[in-house]
């Protein structure tokens, strides 16, 4: 089961290795490229330009070399599609993001109603399919133990899923910051579906983390693109599903507490403003306010890897 788990994620690596340089020389002779939002630290503006939507690339990636290992080990089952629909679904609405901010070159795209809309319909569609394969609804909760109640399950669900599309998508901020801390909890992920010898989650994972190791290349300080909300939303979607259909839902608080904490402070600043008047932190999302403390981009990106693999870490140590 390893062995072809890591054919897969030689593959996803390989595929965007080969095809991202293209993406940059594309984009930059169309002269496509990110609009940097006005009120991000003024540091940030050199940044405009730069070629975005790379994580079209990367999951495109991940999407064949998990189709074709699992077709190949005759394992091309509904918790594949279910995976895979959560990684591609969440990434075309990004997809659509990104699209409308380069055709009209601005930082705003979809609206937010049309985002959250459309981010909840691939919710429910994963839930349905769910349900069609006769999938276990059974949701853990403090002092009550596992309830099997599918409409409980359903809200979760779809609370789990829109909720960590957009908690990737916020940390996606710094040049490297979201790739690496997606590698950290994907990987994290791989381990367990090798103790629990479930194999759609280990080609799944797999397939991410190999294409994210060759973007990581393009998109480390001074980033050459960016993976754009194609990619971020594409991978909180699918870091939720995950976490959901291996029967932890609640490890993502731990394994993915860099993307609750940048989630929190953007909540904590908004509730702040709104009740008070004053900010708590310079800045949300909250690598931000790092860098407004003095902080650089490499600085803040490996105290928070640091942090997210303490987290996946302690997960391990003490549920593992």
């Not at 594949?80 to 070159?105: Q, T």
């Not at 600085?299 to 003490?318: A, E, K, P, R, T």
Request: charged content about 10%; some cysteine.
């Amino acid at each position: 089961m390893l062995v072809f788990s890591i054919i897969a994620l030689v593959s996803s690596l390989v595929l965007t290795g080969i095809f991202l340089p293209w993406m940059i020389i594309l984009m930059r002779s169309h002269h496509e490229g990110q609009e940097i939002r006005d009120e991000g630290p003024k540091w940030h503006e050199k940044k405009s330009g730069t070629p975005t939507m790379g994580g079209i690339v990367f999951v495109l990636s991940a999407v064949v070399s998990t189709i074709w290992v699992a077709l190949w080990q005759g394992q091309m089952n509904k918790l594949v599609w279910i995976l895979l629909i959560s990684l591609l679904g969440y990434g075309i609405i990004g997809f659509l993001d990104d699209s409308i901010k380069l055709f009209y070159k601005r930082n705003l795209g979809l609206k937010a109603w049309q985002k959250f809309s459309l981010q909840i319909l691939i919710a429910i569609i994963i839930v349905l399919i769910a349900v069609n394969d006769q999938f276990k609804f059974g949701l853990y909760l403090p002092f009550m133990g596992v309830v099997n109640n599918f409409v409980l399950f359903t809200l979760f669900a779809i609370f789990w899923l829109v909720g960590f599309s957009n908690a990737v998508n916020l940390s996606d901020g710094l040049d490297g910051l979201a790739t690496g801390l997606a590698v950290i909890a994907y990987g994290t992920y791989a381990y367990l579906a090798v103790k629990q010898q479930n194999f759609a989650v280990l080609i799944f994972c797999m397939g991410i983390i190999g294409g994210l190791v060759s973007f990581f290349i393009f998109n480390h300080k001074p980033a050459k693109i960016f993976m754009g909300d194609v990619g971020s939303l594409a991978l909180g979607g699918g870091l939720a599903a995950v976490s959901i259909f291996l029967n932890r839902p609640w490890s993502l608080l731990l394994i993915g507490i860099v993307f609750v904490c940048e989630t929190a402070s953007v909540i904590l600043q908004v509730i702040s403003f709104q009740t008070t008047g004053k900010r708590i932190f310079k800045m949300t999302p909250i690598h931000h306010h790092f860098e407004m403390l003095g902080f650089s981009e490499w600085q803040v990106d490996f105290m928070f890897w640091f942090i997210g693999l303490l987290g996946s870490i302690l997960y391990l140590l003490i549920w593992g």
